[in-house]
């Protein structure tokens, strides 16, 4: 049985997910604002995100080795003192050459936060619980995504205004008007604080890394780079994070542009409602995943997520507000298909083949900004075509991915039994 402490760490990693959603998941909300601030063009835009998540590409491998070297506790508490700072610096000296430094600094301790929690989240809450943690743990990743717009919102609407109480007082009197949205890098530079005041006064596991949870040595990755299937699964996990992004970063810009909607309002309630029905695709996820093959059901959200990016792209607003929501309800089972696939597609070097396969985050970074250079010349709802290309790499992985290993299906095996 579990003693309170690790239940404990079990709540803190619950907590540093919502946080990463928090911060993570809501550039899209404020790209409007943020281009409108500094008079942004598409391509300059797009940039924004590319700062961020290209951190992930620089720091994944970096992150295994020093949580290997130095333990869980040191390495958690350097992200976050990392993502703080990133945080501050945005607040306290607001121009876009300081947003670029700050995402960036921002996404080095948010890409050593996601090596590091998975590990803890297991040891501290037992192996035996480790599917239902780490579940309740994405519950909590969506619902962060969900609820951040909403804030946005609120703040946005709220400061500068004659509605007051002691959050919005405080706000008005460090926040310029002129600069509303800076207020939510506020609510996260609190939220982080917290987490390393908790983080300090808390007493970790000894964390001890399974074999499919370490980097490797350098001869590990030589013999993985050599094997095709280590390309083709890193360009998986670049196209869904390419495709996720790509989507969910451009829906207010495109809302706003094409059907003169307010990103404060419907841009946020669209964006809400596209992290919210990822987080309820999810749930379905797991029952699909015990029914179907993995592969069948790559291809069949694959085709539901472009055939709703269609309608969000060629339909009116009415049409336009749903339908790049149900973009992430199909969204939702992608990254742990493509992820089990990789994993289940190689025998050894578990570990060095999952820091490969997270660097792919760099999708993240590259397709909204190649969306965006395009906007500046073609409009941006031709350069969102992209995403169909990335959408069509994702099912051609349903067709060709030979794992070693298929997802158990219960009820093949129950058909199987009763024959």
Known sequence: ???????????????????ISLVTNILGSLEPNIAESFKLSSKWAGFLPFSFFIAYGVMSIPSGILNEKFGAKPVLLLAFALSFAGVMLFVFFTSYVVALI?????????????????????????????????????????????????LYSYLVLNIHTSNSNLVLDTLNKIVPESLKWISLYWVFAIAILLIIIITIITRFPKVELKDDERMGTWANFKELLNNRYTVLYFFGTFAYVGTEQGISYWISNFLQTYHAQAPETVGAWANTWFWGLMTIGCILGLVLLKIFDSRKLLCVFVIGAAISLAAALLGSKDIAVVAFPICGFFASVMWSIVISLGLNSVPNNHGSFAGILCTGIIGGAVMPLIIGALADYTGLKAAMCINFITLGYLFSMGIWAKPLVNNAVSLKALFKKKA
């Open 1 to 19: 049985m579990k003693n309170k402490k690790q239940l404990h760490i079990v709540a803190l990693v619950i907590a540093i997910f919502f946080v």
């Open 102 to 150: 700050s995402l960036f600094t921002i996404g080095l301790g948010m890409a050593m936060l996601q090596v590091v929690i998975n590990p803890l989240l297991r040891a501290s809450g037992g192996e035996e619980n480790f599917a239902f943690n780490s579940v309740l743990a994405q519950l909590f990743f969506g619902g962060a995504s969900a609820i951040c717009p909403f």
